[in-house]
């Protein structure tokens, strides 16, 4: 199994919801990442998790928040977002040495 | 902060034709991965190619194939025998320190019938 797989594919959500999305991988991989992406732009490094410890914050708002419940599962969660987080959020996995990373699908949020 | 630089944002080749990516980046790393992603219509981001910096051999892998210059901090991508399937955005994205992959601004490549 190669997959990244990420719940839901679309979102919908109002300013004062709240969400998660979710990022499954059973490769074995010990980093897993967020990655948002705005239309037309490259995908920007949001957090990283590094055996289930976050190593890396990228300065991301607070209305985001991040879980590795387990070595095989990620989690964004999300609260009182703006319009301006509209974007494509992209999960992704590795070995710890970031030799290759796998993507999920994404998940396309829009926020109203 | 790490910056990767992608020359051209759009090109468009025919069929069959040979189309070359350019990229360039800036670290302070020694010992660091680099690779291309595509990332179809679809949206999924698909590994094209991967080099290893200590290694001087050029990575290949099919008709996709880099040509890398550690001292220009030069990393280009050269796709022969082009396909419609090629169509995509090509993002270059070295891998700085721990994890931290960082993405070009991308070229949009388009393959023409």
């Known amino acids: 199994d190669t997959e990244v797989t990420q719940t839901p594919k679309h979102l919908v959500m109002g300013m004062t919801n709240k969400k998660s999305l979710k990022c499954e991988q059973h490769m074995g991989h010990r980093a897993m990442y967020w990655y948002k992406q705005k239309a037309k732009k490259p995908p920007e490094l949001m957090f990283v998790y590094s055996y289930e410890k976050l190593s890396i914050n990228e300065s991301v708002r607070s209305r985001f928040s991040p879980e590795c419940p387990n070595s095989s599962l990620l989690n964004l969660h999300l609260h009182a977002l703006q319009p301006e987080d509209s974007a494509l959020y992209l999960c992704a996995s590795s070995q710890v040495n970031g030799e290759k990373l796998f993507f999920g699908s994404g998940t396309q949020l829009s926020v109203l | 902060a790490q910056t990767v630089t992608q020359s051209q944002p759009e090109m468009s080749v025919q069929e069959a034709e040979t189309v070359t990516l350019s990229c360039t980046y800036d670290t302070s790393e020694n010992n660091y991965y680099l690779f291309w992603y595509k990332q179809p219509p679809s949206r999924q981001m698909i590994l094209v190619i991967r080099?290893?910096?200590?290694?001087?051999q050029n990575a290949t892998e099919n008709r996709f194939s880099v040509n890398f210059q550690k001292a220009a901090k030069s990393f280009s991508l050269k796709i022969s025998d082009s396909q419609l399937g090629d169509t995509a955005m090509y993002f270059c994205?070295?891998?700085?320190?721990?994890?931290?992959?960082?993405f070009g601004q991308g070229t949009r490549l388009t393959i023409n019938p």
């Open positions: 080099q290893e910096a200590y290694k001087q």
């Open positions: 994205a070295p891998i700085q320190g721990a994890q931290k992959l960082v």
